[in-house]
């Protein structure tokens, strides 16, 4: 309820913040978010990154879009490119000279919101427990926040901080006048239903790979890992270009196995990253936030540093010994699963798991009670003499256990 008849865009403002870091294909997607009307603004937050990298990214975007921009650093830019809007903080704490466009600023108390002043709108933060730092929830009391945004006030306030899709209606419900997502805003998305059964090809040649993929998918598997160890990088590369359009025209997820420099080459949706592979934050760097990044984690001290480095998934396992992998990590047993689901919520990691490694039939229902949202399994399906109904059957028991849990 703004007071004083100072509105936002759209009557709930949705903005996109970057993330800290560029990606090849960055200006593509701001251009898609503010096009597809997903979000209304996209703020451009790179501290870290010089001024000349910036201008690059706004001149691959329109001219037409940079009403609908704001900047962050760099506000010399903001004037030379006739931007729509600059963001104050601590770095910058006050707009160019004869600034005529929209001014916002960052708020981390009611108080400063309180206290802010004229603008267009303001943005308070941690809402939310932090996705991107995990622990880390800020202070502010809701239930205040609420009261004071149920009255009039006279400038917008924007929740930040641990934003996603599924908060919107909570935020309505306080009072906010609006969102902004960081990373969120950018990620790849996948359903429940995709993420709860995947399959971790174990092929001997191209046409082996292919045909365990083609199975799976016939039995119902919405998510298909190319995982083939020691293959040469040609016939890795062919089989991932034709398992790719598989997946995809049945609305199924593809991941490489380890090969980052291969996703764009072979139309993956991202890749999974053993311990010993590329580290998830600089495969982030490489692939962007909208590639999906699965890491492996075999403790809670893992699943905390592939959380901070960015990371979309954990594969968390060996449940038990598997012929299947070399160099196995300690196995967790149920009790593994039942402790890394209590440590998640501890810590307000929202990442799913997904449990791997020597997991049969009879140990899907509880390993999903001890908290796992997903099975990953190979032998399980592809040493069987009918891998599709393999499948559909191993689909069924994770259904049943979604009807229950309903």
Known sequence: MVADGKQPYGHFLRIAVTVPYCFLTEAELIKARLRSGEVHYVHIRKPDCPEDTIERLLT????????RLCLHDCFTLAQKYNIG????????????????GRVSRS????????????FDYVTLSPVFPSISKPGYTGSLDLEKVKAYLSEPHPVPVIALGG????????????????????????????????????????????DNAITQAKEAIAGGCRWVQLRWKDAPLDKLTEAARQIAPLCHDSGAIFLLDDHVELVGLTDADGVHLGKNDMPVNEARRIL????????????????IAVAQAGADYIGYG?????TTKKNLSPVLGLEGYRKATDFRHKHYLRLPLVAIGG????????IMKAGAEGIALSGSIVKTQNPAAATAKIVNIINNIHIENT
Request: proline letters at 7%; one cysteine or more; aromatic letters at 8%.
């Open 107 to 118: 708020c981390h108390s009611m108080a400063e919101v309180i206290t802010a002043g004229d």
């Open 60 to 67: 691959d975007i329109p001219e037409e879009l940079y009403g």
């Open 359 to 366: 997991i049969t039939d009879s140990d899907i229902v509880p």
């Open 288 to 303: 962007g936030p909208n590639r999906i990044i699965g890491a492996t984690a075999n403790t809670t001290d893992d699943i």
């Open 318 to 322: 060996p449940f038990r010994f598997t």
């Open 163 to 206: 934003i996603t899709e599924d908060c919107i209606d909570a935020l309505r419900y306080m009072g906010f006048d609006g969102a902004a997502m960081l990373g969120e805003a950018w990620r790849r998305r996948f359903s429940a239903e995709q993420f709860c059964l995947q399959l971790i090809t174990n092929p001997v040649s191209i």
């Open 85 to 100: 809007g600059v963001h104050l903080n601590s770095r910058n704490p006050t707009p160019p000279d004869q600034w005529k």
